[in-house]
């Protein structure tokens, strides 16, 4: 379809927690320049954004993650709501666990985080309905990490880009499409015709492979299922509760105000083809999973599932999010398999990219798109979801 409307400079895909931070930093910058925002679904939305807990923990082994969730931190505290600086306690229930422990004190204090090593009382008078003191072997506390209000902070950055002339449409996109000289020129889509754009920015999360089809070097992003729960309704404290976590046994809670919340990673990966929204079908063995993370939580609390949902998110083979320009794409940009914890930082990093500024040449290999030219797809699919049971073991190595 022939279209006769101004391109836009720039087109946004996804309007999740990513690409809504994008469309508000590239306007921030570029008051002149025609800026939008396309989603399939911009009420509600669908994709891992609306369901994420928002665990913010900024302290990671790769120091681009953890830089990166720092300046996500500064910016999600800005935004009213978006940010509640409730702390993180990681537990550990061994001796082996209590070493991992304190070399991640170790390190993230080398690195300037606030880190604190707290004995299990302590740990349990800032969480007594979710720690069992008697299991505790050690406790580190992280005092500036947080629960980030993921949609409250999409929100925030569509209706500032809104103000800032960004147009904000729904349609759902069906390809990318390419002039003569192999040079994007727009986005095809189901309902709203051609769309043209000059430069076009995939922020589509679990389904960012789907938009990329034939190109040579491999774009290993892996959606992955993932169950958590929500528990039974009760008075909500005076001072909510710091998150936990249980590296060693890849459980973690959240105290959501009026009730408690509950996930784990202790399972076999699973590997995800998504639908229309980041939930998947609710897999048998999930039960099992949350069973079993149930039996780290105080029986007195009563933590049962109200209700359960299977989850989607991406994974990788080296746990970095793919973001820069797409190989053999010309003007065609990724932001994908980006955490909440790392997504205004990261959404900053590709404004800085996009407008020609200098940027930290680390920084930008280490998440370059192309960064894994030449490998074997399939092997790193399968590294990918390997990593899966990684994610909350600190320090890399096997129990
Ligand atoms: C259960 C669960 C727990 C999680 N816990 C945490 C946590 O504690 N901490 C943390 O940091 N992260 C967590 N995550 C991960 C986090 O939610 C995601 O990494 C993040 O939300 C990804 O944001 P996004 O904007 O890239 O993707 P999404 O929010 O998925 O947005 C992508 C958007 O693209 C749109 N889209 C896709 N394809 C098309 C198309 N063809 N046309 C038009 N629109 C399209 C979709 O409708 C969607 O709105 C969790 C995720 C889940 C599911
Ligand atoms: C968004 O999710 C809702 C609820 O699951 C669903 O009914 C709707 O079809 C989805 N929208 C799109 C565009 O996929
Ligand atoms: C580092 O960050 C990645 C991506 O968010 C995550 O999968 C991994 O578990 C983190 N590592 C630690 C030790 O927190």
């Known amino acids: 379809m022939q ?30 320049k025609k800026i939008i925002l396309v989603d399939r679904s911009l009420t509600p939305l669908n994709g891992s954004t609306g369901h994420a807990p928002g665990f913010v923990g900024q302290y990671n082994d790769s120091a681009i993650l953890t830089r990166l969730a720092r300046d996500t931190v500064q910016e999600y505290t800005t935004i009213p709501g978006g940010f509640d600086t409730i702390g993180g306690i990681e537990l550990a229930t061994s001796q082996t666990g ?3 422990l304190q070399r991640r004190y170790d390190s993230a204090r080398a690195a300037g985080l606030p880190a604190e090593l707290i004995s299990p009382e302590e740990a349990a008078r800032m969480a007594p309905a979710l720690i069992k003191k008697e299991d505790v072997t050690s406790a580190l506390y992280f005092a500036s990490d947080g629960a980030a209000s993921a949609t409250c902070i999409t929100r925030f950055y569509q209706d500032e880009a809104r103000a800032r002339g960004v147009e904000c ?13 192999g040079r994007v020129d727009g986005v095809n889509t189901g309902t709203a015709g051609f769309i043209p754009a000059k430069t076009v920015i995939l922020a589509t999360g679990i389904w960012a492979p789907e938009l990329l089809p034939n190109i040579d070097t491999p774009i290993p992003i ?11 309704y ?8 710091p998150w936990i976590r249980w590296p060693d ?15 784990s990673y202790n399972h076999a990966p699973v590997a995800q083809e998504p639908k229309d929204t ?10 099992n999973t949350l069973k079993d993370a149930l039996g780290f939580i105080p029986p007195e609390t009563g933590l049962t599932p109200r209700e359960t949902f299977n989850g989607i998110f991406s994974m990788t083979p080296d746990n970095l999010p793919l973001v820069g320009e797409v190989p053999g794409l010309e003007g065609v940009y990724l932001a994908a398999a980006v955490w909440v914890t790392h997504a205004a930082g ?43 049971n990684e994610i909350y073991r600190v320090g890399g190595a096997e129990l």
């Open 169 to 181: 449409i729904e349609a759902d996109i069906t390809g990318i499409h390419k002039d003569g000289n």
């Open 346 to 388: 990261t959404a900053r990093f590709l404004c800085d990219v996009l407008e020609g500024k200098e940027v930290d040449g680390e920084i930008k290999r280490g998440l370059d798109p192309g960064r894994f030219a030449g490998r074997d797809g399939k092997t790193l699919r399968k590294v990918a979801l390997g990593g899966y």
């Open 249 to 263: 046994h890849h459980v973690y809670a959240r105290d959501h105000g009026p009730f408690y919340g509950l996930g």
């Open 98 to 100: 209590a070493e991992r």
């Open 278 to 287: 980041a939930i998947g079908e609710w897999i048998s063995e999930f039960d």
């Open 234 to 241: 009760h008075d909500q404290k005076k001072v909510p509760s």
């Open 222 to 232: 892996v959606p992955v299922a993932h169950p958590y729960m929500y528990g039974p």
């Open 3 to 32: 279209s006769t409307q101004e391109p836009a400079d720039i087109a946004v895909i996804g309007a999740g927690i990513v690409g809504s931070a994008l469309a508000y930093y590239l306007s921030n910058n570029n008051k002149t």
